[in-house]
């Protein structure tokens, strides 16, 4: 198994995705975050990079933020901090106004309809929308 | 009326007036599954639990065609990455290069990113795609979509490609050229005036010109255009081959279709350009596309 960074492998524990999964690909800090991207992904020397592979994580105040493509991306094998809402409450949480949910403080995965959609905020029993601007949009206009 | 119409291409489009119906109808919506995100039969089924009508598609089980009044777009489905909506007639050209596992590959024009995401499945997220685009404000929704659909083989670059210095470096290259778009008119015949189309072909030119030197020899390098115009078709694969960098290889599709075309009006292209194939939008009832498959010679 390659070795991840501990702060990686925390992250990727709590909720519960078996880090058997991420062997097949390669995770590499950069900056403040962490990119998921193909094994032996190469780079040309010339080319201007705008990003690689796919942003797992990115550090904040409270420490690594799951990103919402990540969670997505990884659906299928979080089994720990997930919090279900309905539709009123994830336009809501996506017009700014948390909702109250018996879930321990820090991040956590938002399931909607039984998709994982993207990251929340769990803060005094209260749910936040961590998702992207775009992504909140698309979500509110087409969760209907 | 002034300035060129389709009329141009009378001579050339073996059923005109089927073209001229087609662009006064609506076309299919078709959108293609994102094997990174879903499973096939799951997608299959809420698709028919979410449109009131889904088809699948007999050359490529990639792909639905959906009733014409769907929005695709403006659905949860897709704000998940479950699916990209895309025309039937540009998903050829990926197939065409049918890049293999843990290949390298350049998309020398890639934004929107239909093509690179389309790539990425093709290639089981393995491997590189180098999406480049040189405008940077497309840049936003490329990476938007690379991220959406969860292609995790894809890096994002945005240069000129006609400046790039590399040679020889990648397994396979996609040049979906910026064109006239002529393929995607829809209820109008009046076509782009011919100094645009002179100083398009100009850039087509260089841009396929760098693909091929930066491809590796004995590399795959495909060229598509969404366009009608010889002069940004034929003529420029055959400047290529004028120039003996590459050779032309037979596009072999299972749709509907016309060869490439061997000569219009005083222009010649050859015989070998018929190896090429024009697709137009009563072929498919979707966008018209030109498709030329490349190989560099060692």
Redesign the interface.
């Known amino acids: 198994m390659q070795s991840l960074e501990k702060e990686i492998e925390e992250l990727l524990l709590s909720f519960g995705i078996n880090l058997a999964i991420i062997e097949k690909w390669h995770i590499e800090k950069a900056g403040n975050s962490f990119w998921l991207t193909s094994k032996g992904l190469k780079i040309c020397e010339g080319f201007n990079m705008q990003c690689k592979g796919l942003r797992v994580a990115e550090k904040t105040k409270l420490g690594w933020k799951p990103t919402s493509y990540f969670l997505q991306f990884f659906a299928t094998y979080i089994t720990k901090k997930i919090v279900e809402i309905n539709k009123n409450e994830l336009l809501s949480i996506i017009k700014g106004t948390p909702v109250e949910k018996n879930c321990e403080n820090g991040y956590v995965a938002i399931r909607f309809k039984g998709h994982i959609v993207g990251c929340g905020l769990c803060k005094n029993g209260k749910v936040y929308s961590q998702l992207p601007k775009e992504l909140a949009i698309a979500l509110s206009e087409n969760c209907r | 009326m002034e300035g060129e119409t389709l009329l141009r291409y009378k001579d050339i489009i073996p059923d005109f007036d089927a073209l001229i119906a087609s662009i006064n109808r609506p076309r299919d919506i078709t959108i293609r599954w994102n094997p990174?995100?879903i499973e096939r039969n799951q997608l299959f089924a809420m698709l028919r639990e979410t449109f009131n009508e889904v088809h699948e598609i007999g050359w490529y089980n990639h792909a639905f065609k959906l009733g014409q009044n769907e929005r695709p777009g403006?659905?949860?489905l897709?704000?998940?990455?479950y699916y990209y909506v895309q025309e039937e007639s540009a998903m050829v050209a990926p197939i065409v290069l049918a890049p293999s596992k843990?290949s390298?590959v350049l998309d020398m024009c890639a934004a929107p990113g239909g093509k690179t995401t389309q790539l990425s499945a093709l290639m089981e997220?393995?491997?590189?795609i180098?999406a480049?685009d040189k405008a940077i404000p497309r840049?936003k929704s490329l990476?938007?979509n690379v991220?959406?659909l969860?292609?995790?083989?894809?890096?994002?670059?945005?240069?000129d490609a006609r400046n790039?210095?590399?040679k020889d470096?990648f397994d396979y290259v996609l040049l979906d050229a910026p064109c006239t778009a002529e393929g995607n008119l829809f209820k109008k015949i009046k076509l782009m005036p011919k100094f645009m189309r002179d100083s398009l072909t100009n850039l087509q030119k260089a841009l396929l010109h760098k693909a091929i030197e930066i491809a590796k020899p004995g590399s795959t390098i495909v060229y598509c255009t969404c366009t009608f115009a010889p002069e940004e078709n034929e003529g420029v694969i055959a400047n290529i081959l004028a120039k003996n960098l590459a050779k032309i290889e037979p596009v072999r599709i299972k749709i509907p279709h016309e060869k490439g075309l061997e000569y219009f009006g005083k222009n010649e292209y050859g015989g070998e350009l018929k190896k090429a194939v024009r697709i137009y939008p009563y072929h498919l009832n979707s966008g018209g596309a030109f498709i030329a498959k490349l190989r560099k010679r060692d």
Do not use: Y
């Open positions: 990174h995100k403006k659905n949860f897709h704000a998940l990455g843990n390298f997220n393995s491997g590189t180098i480049n840049l990476v938007s991220s959406r969860g292609c995790i083989n894809v890096v994002v670059t945005w240069n790039l210095s590399i470096c």
